[in-house]
């Protein structure tokens, strides 16, 4: 008796790309000293390394092979392992060593390494934010805030604006342009206590004060989004 | 020490040489020691309207570049002997103002006077905001109308944030100073009522200055309304704003048809 193994249909090879996050360490010559200030700050947060993807960046520091392998082996020996090198040329490279890669784009893990602490190791949750303005603002005045909600106490004159990623509060009158949801926020929202204003947007969709029906201005009012079409209606 | 004040709006023909020599000359007649600036490079005329134009020998751009010295370039009013012009430029632009001469010229002045009151251009531009740079204090001429509102809230916009002591995080003190209010077209409604200016720009009245004949014919004279008709309406009104300037208290006196009327009576038994 023999097994019949059925004959697994070919199978085209599969190539996908996969963008990860990596941490990028720049040695800064003389690399003796840069090893002195990474066991300093290392020590405050010693399984910061752990695990993690690391790429080192020689764009700043021309090193030889020999001295960038050991470069490497002496990280690895931190508990540091290197995935990849950046800003190096090609040619010079050896086979041995990781590879290079090219296009990295920065993104806000690199605030990281801004701090000195530990206190600040490891990935934290982004914290909500909304932005206070207790002056009027002024005509040709720009209050862009893409992080969150903003609130101006007094009001908001012709010929201003204000641009929240977030939704927008005035408690006084809004004569400018109030812009919410400018990040693709659908559920942004725009309050105010007097409607006088020359432009209401959320997530891009607008009406100018002419399309404001008449009898909704002056008025505190509220406004969303419905059906991609912005929706106005008195407050109270 | 001199307080430095800008005579501001951002909107042109508002009114703000006029204010500035008759808020000048109120000053001066206090017994003030006061100078007065023209910013407005390459359109001069506060020269005209203090009728020294035929005594300019040298200016701020003399000045601003070391040419002169600022004694020389300074001139004395001939009926008011602590009223003092420093003249713009005729021939140059506002480019040829430095904010580092600027600078010299208003510290120099500083110890010289107790007020250096700065005629800005109009307009936002380099002119303006050097204008206002060094100020101290701002008087925001505006008239009651939506367009000139308008241009006076950027103009706040741009004390809060352009001038040396909003950098430094202080606040520039201001002032807003109504001009062309004329009591029957603002009855009629076609003007903008005192109420909603000050609720748009929140920022205190330094005066209402009534729209009359007697404006313009003190600067064809070359003479501040204050000093060549003491009594009339507008004089009045900038005498008061001027002690309200000083840190007086003086009751706010909005123009009304009533009152109007009432001179208009009494003119003409008087006559």
Request: proline share 5%; aromatic share 4%; glycine share 8%.
């Amino acid at each position: 008796m023999t097994d019949a193994i059925a004959a697994r249909p070919q199978e085209a090879m599969r190539l996908r790309a996969r963008s990860f996050m990596a941490f990028v360490l720049t040695p800064v010559l003389p690399i003796s000293h840069w090893f002195a200030q990474l066991d300093k700050w290392s020590s405050n947060s010693p399984d910061f390394f752990r695990g993690r993807p690391i790429i080192i960046d020689l764009a700043g520091s021309p090193l030889q092979v020999s001295e960038i392998s050991q470069l490497i082996t002496q990280l690895a020996a931190r508990g540091i392992r290197v995935m990849a090198l950046e800003g190096a040329e090609a040619n010079q490279l050896d086979p041995l060593l990781p590879p290079l890669v090219q296009g990295g784009r920065t993104s806000v893990a690199d605030q990281m390494f801004a701090g000195d602490g530990g206190a600040n190791a490891g990935p934290r949750r982004k914290e909500p934010s909304s932005l206070l303005i207790e002056s009027p603002i002024r005509s040709g005045q720009s209050v862009v805030f893409p992080d969150g909600d903003v609130t101006v106490l007094g009001s908001v004159s012709s010929g201003a604006e204000i641009v929240a990623g977030g939704s927008i509060h005035v408690y006084g009158a809004l004569r400018g342009r109030a812009m919410a949801g400018s990040t693709g926020n659908t559920c942004a929202r725009i309050f105010c206590n007097s409607n006088e204003a020359e432009l209401l947007s959320i997530d891009g969709y607008y009406r100018t004060a002419e399309q404001i029906d008449a009898s909704l201005r002056s008025r505190p009012t509220h406004c969303w989004l419905e059906d991609r079409v912005i929706s106005i209606a008195a407050l109270n | 020490m001199a307080k430095v004040l800008v005579v501001t709006s951002g909107k042109g023909g508002v009114g703000k040489t006029t204010s500035t020599a008759a808020l000048g000359a109120a000053l001066a007649q206090a017994g003030q020691k006061v100078a007065v600036v023209d910013f407005d490079v390459g359109l001069r005329n506060l020269d005209l309207v203090l009728g020294a134009e035929r005594r300019v020998v040298f200016d701020l751009i003399n000045v601003v570049q070391g040419v002169a010295k600022l004694s020389q370039a300074l001139i004395r009013d001939k009926r008011l002997e602590t009223l003092w012009l420093l003249p713009a430029s005729q021939t140059r632009d506002k480019d040829a103002l430095t904010e580092v001469g600027v600078a010299g010229v208003i510290k120099e002045m500083r110890s010289k006077f107790d007020w250096v009151i700065c005629d800005s251009p109009a307009g936002i531009e380099r002119g303006a905001t050097l204008a206002m740079r060094f100020a101290d204090a701002a008087v925001v001429v505006t008239n009651p109308e939506v367009s000139s509102v308008r241009d006076s809230d950027r103009i706040i916009g741009l004390l809060d944030s352009k001038t040396e002591k909003a950098e430094r995080g202080e606040h520039v003190e201001r002032h807003i100073l109504i001009t062309r209010y004329d009591a029957q077209r603002a009855q009629r409604g076609e003007m903008l009522n005192i109420n909603d200016v000050l609720e748009i720009l929140s920022t205190p009245l330094l005066g209402i200055i009534p729209e009359s004949k007697e404006v313009l014919r003190a600067s064809n004279i070359g003479s501040p309304v204050t000093l060549c008709n003491a009594t009339s309406a507008p004089a009045r009104a900038y005498l008061s704003a001027a002690r309200r300037l000083n840190g007086d208290i003086v009751p706010m006196n909005i123009p009304t048809e009533h009152q109007r009327l009432f001179g208009r009576l009494f003119g003409r038994r008087a006559a």
